[in-house]
């Protein structure tokens, strides 16, 4: 691992709670250790918030929702265009800082800011249709008129994971501020630097003081908090299905409304006529990418029977090379897992693996020392009842099975609770829309890498989601519906 790739990081951190406008101390005083994956050394501790300042930060929302509703589309949109302007004018200091406090390479940082930016530049532009007045809705046989109207949710709480911060949060984040929402954001306490950084960026934007409010800490002090304060209308939250489910029933004691981006135990389908170069690149791409943190991995690999020992050994030899190490080090494809929970949690899986009777077919190089470095892991003939085949293991561990049919390859690759995404690698393109038509899954790719467009969607089936981000959905998730029905005339 070379030392000298580390950049100087000379630039003031945000370590404070962004409430109201001004970057301010908690109530309480805590702080929490920012600890860095790679080397875990703490960078920086910052401030921990509390439920009394997750009621400063949501009645500071409340307050400028006032205003921020009145605002037309056309003037969030120029909001939300500084805001990308800003993001890419700071694009190399976001990238370091999430290399630094989630471990990824800096290449994958770099692809994280131009997502975020596409994001912002996305919602301007949808923000900007918003200023037609009202939608007629055509009644026949009535001379009473209706319309529709879409209104801002009204002060939105979102709950962030450590996997893609500034990514997540560009999901939410924009669509939110573009339906004229105001929003409380919590980031995960194990990735607040990114996300503390974006506020400053959207701060000198020029929004309004308690329009964005960003309140750093943990998860049952914070996060639960804000999923139950009576004044938050909205909470969309990206996570584990565990704490999706606590989130769920602690905003249905105040009826809120949910948005829910879990799990997924994904898989890609290879058949026999694929392009096997391409294939190699699919798997190792949907497995190993975020160091496999990722809840749309395709990590249950499905390889039609003849083409199994080719594809396995092309693959073994991939995931041996794969090179661990220092995100900012040339070369380095896959970093630290981003905490210790998760790098502890994913050691226990390769070992529930081995248990369970699958074959290690290579568990790769990583680097000795610190850091929470974890050798990339394939196993073949995996049981379907082993933990590794069935649970989201979010770390770079690859399971392989053969299937002999396309019917046995649908089956098992809907063979689980969640329902997020899959890929198809085949030539046949009638094959690929049957698949697609048959896989239970809110994204199919055919042949392609996981490219995700703002203008599309994002979300699954199943215990995957509830709800959709990205496109008009993520943008609805923040609207209400308003019907209007206008009499006639009315009478003398
Ligand atoms: P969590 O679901 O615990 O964390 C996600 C966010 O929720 C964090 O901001 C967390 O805060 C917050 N949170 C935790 N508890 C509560 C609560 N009671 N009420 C409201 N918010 C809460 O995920 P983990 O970080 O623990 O990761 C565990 C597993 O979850 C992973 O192994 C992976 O399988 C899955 N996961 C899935 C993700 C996805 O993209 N779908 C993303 C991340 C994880 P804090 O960080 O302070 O605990």
Known sequence: MSAQARPVFDFPLRTRLFIDGSWCAPETRQRLPVVDPS?????????????????????AASRAFRAWKQTSGAERAGFLRAIARGVEAHG?????????????????????????????????????????????IA?????HRAVIRREPA??????????????????????????????????????????LELAAIVERAGLPPGVLNVVPGTGTEVGAALTMHPLVSKVSFTGSTAVGEQVM???AQSIKGVSLELGGKSSIVVFADADLNLAVDLVVGGAFFNAGQMCSATSRVLVERSLAPALIARLAD?????VVGDPFAAGVQMGPLTN????????????????????????????????????????VDVPTSSAVWREEIFGPV?????????????????????????????????????????????????????????QTSWGGYKKSSIGRELGPFGLAAFQEIKQIVRAAAVPD
Not at 168 to 175: F, G, H, S, V
Not at 348 to 373: H, N, T, W
Request: proline share 7%.
């Open 340 to 379: 210790r929970p998760q790098y502890e949690r994913v050691q226990r899986f390769i070992a529930r693996g081995k248990a369970d009777g699958a074959s290690l077919v290579v568990q790769g190089e990583a680097p000795d020392g610190a850091g929470y470095f974890v050798k990339p892991t394939m196993f």
């Open 318 to 322: 991939r995931v041996a090379r794969t």
């Open 154 to 195: 009204g002060v939105v709480g979102l709950i962030v994971p450590w996997n893609f911060p500034m990514v997540t949060t560009a999901w939410k984040l924009a669509p939110a501020l573009a339906a004229g929402c105001t929003v409380v954001l919590k980031p995960s306490e194990f990735t607040p630097l990114p996300e």
């Open 139 to 143: 009644i026949p046989s009535s001379d």
């Open 398 to 454: 690859l399971c392989v099975r053969s299937f002999d049919t396309e019917d046995d390859a649908i089956d098992a690759a809907n063979d689980t609770e969640f329902g997020l995404v899959a890929t198809v690698v085949t030539r046949d393109e009638a094959r690929g829309e049957r698949m697609a038509g048959a896989l239970q899954a809110g994204v199919v790719w055919i042949n392609s890498p996981q490219l995700i467009f703002p």
């Open 92 to 136: 190399e200091h976001l990238a370091a800082l999430q290399s630094l406090n989630n471990g990824k390479p800096i290449a994958e940082s770099r692809i994280d800011v131009g997502d975020v930016i596409a994001t912002f530049d996305y919602y301007a532009d949808l923000a900007q249709t918003l200023d037609v007045p009202e939608e007629a």
């Open 249 to 251: 029933k602690a905003a």
């Open 39 to 59: 080397t875990e050394e703490t960078i920086v501790e910052v401030d921990a918030g509390s439920p009394a300042d997750v009621d400063r930060a949501v009645r």
